[in-house]
T-cell receptor, first 117, second 113 residues
Framework: DTEVTQTPKHLVMGMTNKKSLKCEQH?????MYWYKQKAKKPPELMFV???????INESVPSRFSPECPNSSLLNLHLHALQPEDSALYLC????????????????FGPGTRLTVL | KQEVTQIPAALSVPEGENLVLNCSFT??????LQWFRQDPGKGLTSLLL?????REQTSGRLNASLDKSSGRSTLYIAASQPGDSATYLC????????????FGKGTKLTVNP
């Protein structure tokens, strides 16, 4: 099973709302990632979790707050977003960090299409 | 800073044709290179991963090559089908940096019946 699942598929929210995106994998992977993808652009890394600890934050604004409750689950909490934050948010996972992790395939979920009004 | 370039940006071919997509990267000190496929509005599907020590990988009608010293990779698709229509992205993980994949902007492929 090489599946990464993401919920919801679509999300529309106002600038004052608080919402969360969820990502789940059951491949035993120890590294999980959040990417943001704008239309007609490649994905851009936001956060990396390794063994449930945040290892990389690509200078993402604090209105995006990641959380890794356990090794299978990754959340992205959203608060006070701006219309320019509208994008496809992709979650990915790979075997793990360290040298092995750097050489592993990253498996992506289908994404959550976020629209901020 | 690693930069990944994909040429062409878009490609339209008739069904059955063999085709090559190109990817180049500026820093040859990479751990690996991955080719992905993305259908409109969907997530990414991993096609092939080439480790830095490898020269090529094959999966079905797909063959990816890597020339690390020159900073180039190609994705060869044999006997193209309309179902191959998608955007193809290549991405690298650079040694000595963070764990992140650096993506090219992709090649949008259309295979016409």
């Amino acid at each position: 099973d090489t599946e990464v699942t993401q919920t919801p598929k679509h999300l529309v929210m106002g600038m004052t709302n608080k919402k969360s995106l969820k990502c789940e994998q059951h491949m035993g992977h120890r590294a999980m990632y959040w990417y943001k993808q704008k239309a007609k652009k490649p994905p851009e890394l936001m956060f990396v979790y390794s063994y449930e600890k945040l290892s990389i934050n690509e200078s993402v604004p604090s209105r995006f707050s990641p959380e890794c409750p356990n090794s299978s689950l990754l959340n992205l909490h959203l608060h006070a977003l701006q219309p320019e934050d509208s994008a496809l948010y992709l979650c990915a996972s790979s075997q793990g960090e360290g040298l092995a992790g750097r050489t592993d395939t990253q498996y992506f979920g289908p994404g959550t299409r976020l629209t901020v009004l | 800073k690693q930069e990944v370039t994909q040429i062409p940006a878009a490609l339209s071919v008739p069904e059955g044709e063999n085709l090559v997509l190109n990817c180049s990267f500026t820093d040859s000190a990479i751990y690996n290179l991955q080719w992905f496929r993305q259908d409109p509005g969907k997530g990414l599907t991993s096609l092939l991963l080439i480790q830095s020590s490898q020269r090529e990988q094959t999966s079905g009608r797909l063959n990816a090559s890597l020339d690390k010293s020159s900073g180039r990779s190609t994705l060869y698709i044999a006997a193209s089908q309309p179902g191959d229509s998608a955007t193809y992205l290549c991405a690298v993980i650079t040694q000595g940096g963070s764990e992140k994949l650096v993506f090219g902007k992709g090649t949008k492929l259309t295979v016409n019946p």
